[in-house]
């Protein structure tokens, strides 16, 4: 099954009072273009966080936000060590004892030694990196769900579309002969009315038409279109790569158009050339869509 390019997920994880909450929207992109929103805490796994979405991402422009709250709290400062404030306060305990001051230790003597309080960041994050992934986790499975719902109608309309033009194709092939054919006899009599010469040498004319019947001729052109539609039909039913694929072979397909439209002599076939570009251009516009 494919997959669009555009979806949103977002996922909640909770554990006590550590609430993470991951957001993720993506848009088309020709390749996977990642734009982070962390908290200060996460910066020294950012990379971390960057793998986590590339392994399971391949296409599109991703925006993913992470917020990290401490009850109702958004984590902004890094979890204060108890160890670490006892620690302080002994230190100026022994320093007032020391230095014989009998004045009360007051909180702005303890902010002092601010530093030592808080847990690293590289320790917290380690800490909350477990459930941060779940978050991610959870959020990436909720957009690819809505990018699976999405791709799966764009793959009903796409595989309408390519039975449309094996459809005018198949026509194509039947009008070929009759137009050459028709095409030929108007020719035959107007060379005649040209060349009186001609008229003598019926041989050489006919030598000369079937030169022309054969570049005229898209026999060769249909085949490998029709190949090219069921090269394209097996590109969609495979899940890695397809966008990129299906693009390359939407350019085949239109060549071989092209060329049906240069060398054909019937309009009817021209006509049918055209709405087979028509048909093509539609996909086109559904695949840039497609991961």
Request: proline residues 1%; charged residues 35%; hydrophobic residues 35%.
């Amino acid at each position: 099954m494919i997959s669009s390019m555009t979806g949103y997920g977002k996922g909640l994880i909770q554990n006590g009072e550590l609430v993470v909450e991951a957001e993720i929207k993506s848009l088309n992109s020709r390749y996977l273009d990642l734009s982070l929103r962390l908290p200060k805490s996460l910066s020294a796994k950012e990379l971390e966080v960057r793998e986590k979405v590339r392994s399971r991402i391949k296409r599109g422009k991703i925006y993913l936000s992470v917020t990290v709250r401490k009850g109702d709290f958004e984590d902004r400062f890094n979890e204060i060590d108890p160890n670490y404030v006892k620690y302080a306060l002994k230190l100026l305990k022994d320093i007032k004892k020391a230095a014989g001051i009998k004045d009360k230790i007051k909180i702005s003597d303890l902010l002092n030694f601010q530093n030592m309080f808080f847990k690293e960041d590289e320790e917290k994050a380690s800490e909350e990196m477990p459930f941060i992934e779940q978050a991610i986790d959870k959020a990436i499975d909720n957009m690819n769900k809505m990018r699976e719902a999405e791709g799966s109608e764009l793959e009903k309309d796409i595989r309408k579309r390519i039975q449309i033009i094996y459809d005018i194709v198949d026509e194509i092939e039947k009008k070929k002969e009759q137009g050459i054919n028709e095409y030929f006899v108007k020719f035959k009599d107007k060379a005649r009315q040209l060349v009186g010469d001609l008229v003598d040498n019926e041989n050489r004319l006919l030598t000369e038409l079937a030169l022309l019947s054969e570049r005229y001729d898209v026999t060769e052109e249909c085949v490998r279109l029709k190949s090219h539609l069921k090269i394209f039909l097996d590109t969609l039913d495979q899940t890695d790569d397809a966008g990129r694929r299906l693009n390359f072979i939407l350019q085949e397909m239109n060549r071989e158009a092209n060329t049906i439209n240069s060398k054909s002599v019937s309009s009817d076939i021209s006509h049918s050339g055209i709405y087979i570009k028509e048909e093509i251009e539609k996909i086109r516009e559904q695949i840039q869509n497609i991961e």
